[in-house]
């Protein structure tokens, strides 16, 4: 397809370590509720990354992928699974469909689970302790830390903005040592796994107030230990995944992590603490960093209702790293190109529009209009919070994607995808 002249920027190659992608937009990682409750690919997964995938989009990260039982079942969140041979098939298939539509895939890994951020005796918990890098006391969302959008689509239609299990949450107890190494070990496993599938790299999760990220915040590590306290101890356990992931993996497949830019609470880490961890974790090994903003307790942060409100945090992040950066929630083409030569970004991350409209690059390059995303969060957002599979007040065909027919391979993908990258 001839792309638009004036979007050169935004559809030129990138490079993310030795891997080229084709143009500068990525699918940002979201729940979806449409995988199987305990974890499968299925029939619905599949054509949900096969519509954007065909869209146009260069980089597809998948929903965040559990890497360990432990806390795959303290969450509320059914996600993908990957840390059993029976897991394999369905990653291996999502891989193979997503190259059929010509686009790259990143699996997004978790193993330090929901942390704080979740409700004891919810979803898969059944009544099992929440486990957080510290003993905390439960978090509250202020009235003005919501979404505007959000907060207003809830209040038409006579909902609660916080359906169980998302409501206000629980005092967890700490992870023991043992368990946060092997958390380490199940999220190297998880990356194994993930090139023995076909993906063609990972990003750990480490955003938003959940447990990774609560490592890094003096706000929740009250630790003693070699895990917290100091700069060099608090990012302790980022820097021991991407070492013990490296060591699995190889130098060539892509590594790294997702980080809030900052947290926006009282105590909680700035932006210039993020990007002395992104500057660090470049040296650990980090191939590119992809930036998300706030927490729960700063939710408005987190789904902001306006584009380009990253930027400004980006660009001081990227001015610590010479790895890529990916920014998200910036919809409109105009502002990603400009952000993008003007170094504030290298690439630009969708998650609410491409539900929206899962064509919006090919619309792009090609100079016409796309469905724009009107941030309600009613479709997506609120029914991810209930528990409930996606879908969109402007895309009726979002989640559904499995009963079209230009979602479905026509024919069998290219036998080079049949093989695993690493011997098993």
């Known amino acids: 397809m001839e792309k638009v002249k004036k979007y050169e920027a935004l559809f030129e190659p990138i490079k993310i370590n030795k891997l080229e992608i084709k143009?500068?937009?990525?699918?940002?990682?979201?729940?979806?509720?449409?995988?199987?409750?305990?974890?499968?690919?299925?029939?619905?997964?599949?054509?949900?990354?096969?519509?954007?995938?065909k869209g146009g989009t260069g980089l597809i990260m998948t929903m965040p992928i559990g890497c360990s039982p432990f806390t795959a079942e303290r969450t509320p969140f059914f996600n993908l699974c990957l840390w059993d041979s029976a897991h394999k098939p369905g990653i291996a298939e999502l891989a193979e469909t997503i190259h059929y539509f010509d686009a790259k895939v990143f699996g997004q890994l978790t193993a330090f689970g929901a942390g704080r951020q979740s409700k004891g005796g919810v979803g898969r918990m059944k009544g099992l302790e929440m486990v957080a890098p510290s003993e905390t006391e439960?978090?509250?969302?202020?009235?003005?830390?919501?979404?505007?959008?959000?907060?207003?689509?809830?209040?038409?239609?006579?909902?609660p903005?916080?359906?169980?299990?998302?409501?206000?949450?629980?005092?967890?107890?700490?992870?023991t040592v043992d368990e946060i190494e092997m958390l380490e070990d199940d999220m190297a496993r998880?990356?194994?796994?993930?090139?023995?599938c076909g993906l063609d790299g990972v990003e750990m999760h480490f955003p938003h107030g959940y447990g990774?990220?609560?490592?890094?915040?003096?706000?929740?590590?009250?630790?003693?230990?070699?895990?917290?306290?100091?700069?060099?101890?608090?990012?302790?356990?980022?820097?021991?995944?991407?070492?013990?992931i490296r060591a699995l993996v190889g130098p060539d497949f892509p590594v790294a992590f997702r980080i809030s830019a900052a947290e926006h609470?009282?105590?909680?880490?700035?932006?210039?603490?993020?990007?002395?961890?992104?500057?660090?974790?470049?040296?650990?090994?980090?191939?590119?960093?992809?930036l998300s903003d706030g927490c729960y307790e700063a939710f408005k942060y987190f789904l902001p209702d306006t584009d380009g409100?990253?930027?400004?945090?980006?660009?001081?992040?990227?001015?610590?790293?010479?790895?890529?950066?990916?920014?998200?929630?910036?919809?409109?083409?105009?502002?990603?190109?400009?952000?993008?030569?003007?170094?504030?970004?290298?690439?630009?991350?969708?998650?609410?529009?491409?539900?929206?409209?899962?064509?919006?690059?090919?619309k792009v390059a090609s100079g016409k209009g796309f469905v724009k995303c009107i941030r309600c969060n009613i479709g997506c957002i609120r029914r991810i919070l209930r528990q409930l599979p996606i879908r969109c007040e402007l895309n009726p065909a979002a989640g559904y994607e499995r009963f079209l027919p230009e979602y479905r391979l026509s024919s069998p993908p290219d036998k080079q995808s049949w093989y695993p990258t690493i011997e098993p």
Not at 219 to 230: A, I, K, P
Not at 266 to 280: H, M, N, Q
Not at 329 to 343: L, N
């Open 265 to 290: 609470m009282p105590g909680g880490l700035t932006v210039e603490d993020t990007a002395e961890i992104c500057k660090s974790a470049e040296e650990w090994g980090a191939d590119f960093i992809h």
């Open 190 to 196: 998880g990356a194994m796994l993930s090139k023995i």
């Open 138 to 159: 439960p978090y509250h969302i202020a009235d003005g830390m919501v979404p505007e959008k959000m907060k207003k689509q809830c209040e038409k239609r006579g909902w």
């Open 309 to 362: 409100t990253i930027l400004d945090e980006a660009k001081i992040i990227k001015g610590a790293v010479t790895i890529p950066i990916i920014t998200p929630s910036v919809h409109d083409p105009d502002m990603a190109e400009k952000a993008i030569i003007e170094g504030k970004t290298d690439m630009v991350s969708l998650g609410r529009q491409l539900i929206a409209d899962p064509d919006w690059a090919n």
């Open 23 to 53: 143009n500068r937009i990525v699918m940002a990682p979201m729940c979806t509720f449409l995988n199987t409750h305990d974890g499968y690919v299925n029939d619905a997964t599949l054509a949900y990354f096969a519509a954007r995938a």
């Open 161 to 175: 903005i916080w359906p169980v299990p998302f409501e206000n949450g629980g005092r967890p107890r700490a992870f």
């Open 212 to 244: 990774g990220y609560s490592f890094l915040s003096p706000r929740t590590n009250f630790r003693n230990d070699l895990y917290g306290g100091s700069f060099s101890n608090r990012t302790r356990v980022l820097r021991n995944c991407l070492k013990k």
